[in-house]
Antibody, heavy 126, light 107 residues
Framework: QITLKESGPTLVKPTQTLTLTCTFSGFSLTTSAVGVGWIRQPPGKALEWLALVSWNDDKRYSPSLKSRLTITKDTSKSQVVLTMSNMHPVDTATYYC??????????????????WGQGTLVTVSS | DIQMTQSPSSLSASVGDRVTISCRTSQNISNFLNWYQQKPGKAPNLLIYAASSFQSGVPSRFSGSGSGTDFTLTISSLQAEDFATYYCQQSFTTFATFGGGTKVEIK
């Protein structure tokens, strides 16, 4: 059974750096094609993909936020950490940790987010 | 970025109705399209991947179709537990993008 759980501060001040930890179980981040990423959702708004780290330590970031984001993995602890610098009130959102898997058909890899953490609401306010 | 446009943004329907939700992309993504359901206060749940493949455990009343730039999620007979917000997401690029969501409400 795959589970993911986010942890970190619920309140950060503007200009501070946010550090979120995803602790997962039921899979290994050394398994081929597996990835763990972060997706956020401002209150009442749509989903926004932020970053992902793959089994081979390949790291990808949202182009619009790339300069502010860092994602790392610690396979021995089954954890993935996301840092986001220079937080602003518009960054107030629920942040989800997600498990990415892939299926292959006709030589193409189709990825999807099939397991999600419960989410953690981060409020940016002075 | 690949832009995702869902329509309608909301709809009202009754139990037993057939419901269709549209997702249009700004460029050809073949069939690299996923659908999610999100209930209030909960994380999204994967329904469909690769435009028409069922995720394990998803009821058969849900189906997906389309390719290229136009995709559809269909609920053949709406049930009470289906009232939720639905999102499409392209997986053509590593930089995933989501549609704005379609909220399905009770009429």
């Amino acid at each position: 059974q795959i589970t993911l759980k986010e942890s970190g501060p619920t309140l950060v001040k503007p200009t501070q750096t946010l550090t979120l930890t995803c602790t997962f179980s039921g899979f290994s981040l050394t398994t081929s094609a597996v990835g763990v990423g972060w997706i956020r959702q401002p209150p009442g708004k749509a989903l926004e993909w932020l970053a992902l780290v793959s089994w081979n330590d390949d790291k990808r970031y949202s182009p619009s936020l790339k300069s502010r984001l860092t994602i790392t993995k610690d396979t021995s602890k089954s954890q993935v950490v996301l840092t986001m610098s220079n937080m602003h009130p518009v960054d107030t959102a629920t942040y989800y940790c997600v498990h990415r898997d892939m299926n292959y058909y006709d030589g193409s890899g189709y990825y999807y987010f099939d397991h999600w953490g419960q989410g953690t609401l981060v409020t940016v306010s002075s | 970025d690949i832009q995702m446009t869902q329509s309608p943004s909301s709809l009202s329907a009754s139990v037993g109705d057939r419901v269709t939700i549209s997702c249009r992309t700004s460029q050809n993504i073949s069939n690299f399209l996923n659908w999610y359901q999100q209930k209030p206060g909960k994380a999204p749940n994967l329904l469909i991947y690769a435009a028409s493949s069922f995720q394990s455990g998803v009821p058969s009343r849900f189906s997906g179709s389309g390719s290229g730039t136009d995709f559809t999620l269909t609920i053949s007979s709406l049930q009470a537990e289906d009232f939720a917000t639905y999102y499409c997401q392209q997986s053509f690029t590593t930089f995933a993008t989501f549609g704005g969501g379609t909220k399905v409400e009770i009429k």
